[in-house]
Nanobody, 125 residues
């Protein structure tokens, strides 16, 4: 059974940093692409970043390029999202998701069948 558990969220001031973790169990992490998504109140779920299974190719949505970094440690069965220079507009519940893609990953939510429960990130002074 595929299980994903996010952690690392919290309250941070603008300009601060957080590192989110997505711990995987029940499957071989290296066989799956992982995506990070976020959903703010009243808004649709938005794709933030993803990392492919095969060669580690990454993708970032424009609003987080240069500030966020995704990485994976298959041995630890964990994917990370390092978030720097956080802004109030980054406030949302952050989710990780997993699915098996060939080639490049995607941040389209409907392409993922396996989701974590989410972790709250609040950026506020």
């Amino acid at each position: 059974q595929v299980q994903l558990v996010e952690s690392g969220g919290g309250l941070v001031q603008p300009g601060g940093s957080l590192r989110l973790s997505c711990a995987a169990s029940g499957f071989t992490l290296g066989d799956y692409a992982i995506g990070w998504f976020r959903q703010a109140p009243g808004k649709e779920r938005e794709g933030v970043s993803c990392i492919s299974s095969s060669d580690g190719r990454t993708y970032y949505t424009d609003s987080v390029k240069g500030r966020f970094a995704i990485s994976r440690d298959n041995a630890k069965k964990t994917v990370y999202l390092q978030m720097n220079s956080l802004k109030p507009e980054d406030t949302a519940v952050y989710y990780c998701a997993a699915d098996q893609f060939l080639g490049a990953c995607t941040v389209v939510p409907v392409h993922y069948d396996n989701w974590g429960q989410g972790t709250q990130v609040t950026v506020s002074s």
